[in-house]
C-alpha cells in the first residue's frame, strides 16, 4: 500500500511539473517529446524498481512480524504455563492452609473435650470426698448412738436393778407385814403394854408406805424413761436404716463412677491416639509449608529481581492536532503511569531499559471534517505499524492497535502524525500510547 502511494505520488508530481511546463511554453516543442519520453520510461524504471524494494522490505516485515507473532504465542504458551502453575499452587496453598484450619480446630476440640472430662473427674472426685464425708459422718453419728445405746442399756439395767430391789426390799416388807400381823394376832390378847409395840409397828408401816409409794413414783418415771429412750433407740434404728440405704446407693454410684472412669481412661487414651496421628499429619504439612515457602520465595525474589517497567500517556490537549506538511512527532504529555521511568514526558519517547521483548499499543482519536486521520508507531527509526482512516464525516471515532517488539537496551519506540493528518483530543484521553515489558531477554 505504502509503495502504491508513493507511485501515485510521483505521478502527480510529474504531471503536476509537465503541467507547469505546458503552462509556461504554451505547448510542447516536437523535439523535447522524445527526450520527455525517456524521462518518463525513466521515472516509470526508477518507480518499478522502488516498487520492487518496497515489496522485498513489506516481505521482509511481514517475516519479522511473522516470527515476532510466533515469539509472542511463544511467551503468551509460556505466561498461561506460569499461570497455570502460579494457580495450582495457590490451590495447593488454599488447600494445604484449610488442611491446617481443620486439624487446628480437631486439636482444639479435643482439647476442649479433654478439659471436660478432666473438669468432669475433678467433679466426681468432689463427689466423692463429699460422700466419703458423708460416710465418715454418718459413720460417727451411727457409733455416737451406739454409745448412747450402750449408755442407755446400762442405765436401763441399772433401773430393772433397782427395780428388783425395789421388789425384793417390798417381798421382805410383805414378809414383815405378814409376820408383825402374825405377832399382832399373837400379842393382841398381851397386855397393853404391847400397844406401844404396836403404834410403833404401825409407824414402821406407814413409813414402810411411804417408801413404798416412793419406790412406785420412782419406778413410774423410770417406766417414761424407759419409754423415752425405747423411742430415741426406735429413731436410732431408723436413721442407721436411712444410712445404710444412703451408703448403698453411694456405693452404688461410685461403681457407676468407676466404670465411667475406667471408659474415660480408654477414651483418653483413644484421643492421646489420635493426637499422635494429628501430630505426625501436622509435620507432614508443616514439612509442605515448608517446601511451598522455598518455592515462593525463589518467585518472589525472582519476580523482585526482574525490572518493572510500564507506562501509559495521553496527548494531553483539548482539540485537534495538525494537519502538518512533515511527519510531526506525537508528544504524549498527560502521563497516566510510568513505572521504571523509560518514558519521556517532554519528548514522547519510550527507552528500553533493559533488553526484553515489550508490547505497545495505542489509540487514535478523530472527529474531522476535512482530513484523515492515522498515526505510526517507530522502532528507533524504522516504521512498525501504520494506522489510519479517510472518514470524514465529524463523529467521534476510535482506532486501537498494538505490537510485541523486541528491544535491546536503548532502544527507542515513539508516535508520529502522518503529513496532513488530523487528530482530537479532550480530557477523556481518546489518544494513548502505552506500553510494558513482558519478560528480560
Not at 519479522?64 to 506460569?82: I, P
Not at 436413721?239 to 461403681?255: R, S
Not at 501436622?282 to 520465595?297: A, C, K, P, W
Not at 471515532?397 to 493528518?421: C, F, I, P, W
Request: aromatic fraction near 6%; proline fraction near 1%; charge should be negative.
Amino acid at each position: 500500500m505504502i509503495a502504491k502511494f508513493a507511485l501515485v505520488l510521483l505521478l502527480v508530481r510529474c504531471w503536476t511539473e509537465a503541467s507547469g511546463e505546458l503552462s509556461q511554453d504554451g505547448l510542447v516543442k516536437q523535439s523535447d517529446i522524445p527526450t520527455q519520453l525517456r524521462e518518463l520510461q525513466a521515472v516509470v524504471k526508477k518507480l518499478g524498481e522502488v516498487a520492487v524494494r518496497h515489496t522485498i522490505a513489506l516481505t521482509t516485515t511481514e517475516s519479522d512480524v511473522n516470527g515476532l507473532e510466533t515469539r509472542l504465542r511463544a511467551g503468551e504458551l509460556k505466561a498461561d504455563d506460569q499461570r497455570k502453575l502460579a494457580v495450582g499452587q495457590t490451590l495447593r496453598l488454599n488447600s494445604v492452609t484449610s488442611d491446617m484450619r481443620e486439624v487446628e480446630s480437631r486439636v482444639e476440640t479435643s482439647e476442649r473435650q479433654s478439659q471436660q472430662h478432666q473438669t468432669k473427674i475433678t467433679q466426681l472426685g468432689m463427689k466423692m470426698e463429699v460422700a466419703q464425708m458423708q460416710l465418715q459422718a454418718s459413720k460417727k453419728q451411727v457409733d455416737r448412738l451406739q454409745e448412747e445405746n450402750t449408755v442407755q442399756a446400762t442405765q436401763l439395767r441399772n433401773m430393772e436393778a433397782k427395780l428388783k430391789a425395789a421388789e425384793n426390799q417390798l417381798e421382805q416388807v410383805k414378809t414383815v407385814n405378814e409376820a408383825q400381823a402374825r405377832e399382832l394376832e399373837e400379842l393382841s390378847v398381851k397386855s397393853s403394854t404391847t400397844e406401844d409395840e404396836l403404834r410403833q409397828h404401825q409407824t414402821t408401816v406407814v413409813d414402810l408406805t411411804g417408801k413404798v409409794k416412793e419406790i412406785q413414783q420412782e419406778n413410774a418415771v423410770q417406766d417414761q424413761e424407759l419409754v423415752t429412750l425405747n423411742e430415741r433407740s426406735n429413731i436410732t434404728e431408723t436413721l442407721v436404716d436411712e444410712q445404710k440405704i444412703v451408703m448403698q446407693e453411694l456405693k452404688t454410684e461410685l461403681d457407676g463412677l468407676e466404670r465411667q472412669n475406667a471408659d474415660q481412661d480408654i477414651e483418653l487414651d483413644f484421643l492421646e491416639n489420635r493426637s499422635n496421628s494429628t501430630d505426625v499429619q501436622i509435620n507432614e504439612i508443616l514439612s509442605d509449608m515448608v517446601e511451598l515457602n522455598t518455592v515462593m520465595d525463589r518467585l518472589i525474589k525472582e519476580n523482585e529481581d526482574r525490572p518493572k517497567v510500564a507506562f501509559a500517556a495521553s496527548l494531553g490537549i483539548n482539540g485537534r492536532l495538525g494537519p502538518y506538511s512533515s511527519p510531526y512527532s506525537l508528544v504524549y504529555s498527560r502521563v497516566l503511569t510510568n513505572i521504571g521511568n523509560a518514558y519521556s514526558q517532554s519528548t514522547g519517547i519510550f527507552t528500553a531499559p533493559v533488553s526484553g521483548v515489550y508490547f505497545f499499543r495505542f489509540t487514535v482519536g478523530t472527529e474531522t471534517l476535512s482530513y484523515s486521520s492515522g498515526a505510526i508507531l517507530y522502532k528507533n527509526k524504522e516504521q512498525v505499524i501504520n494506522i489510519f482512516t479517510h472518514e470524514k464525516n465529524g463523529q467521534l471515532r476510535h482506532y486501537s492497535s498494538g505490537a510485541v517488539l523486541q528491544l535491546e537496551k536503548g532502544d527507542t519506540v515513539y508516535m508520529k502524525l502522518e503529513t496532513n493528518y488530523q487528530l482530537y483530543d479532550d480530557a477523556h484521553n481518546h489518544n494513548i500510547f502505552s506500553g510494558f515489558m513482558l519478560f528480560p531477554m
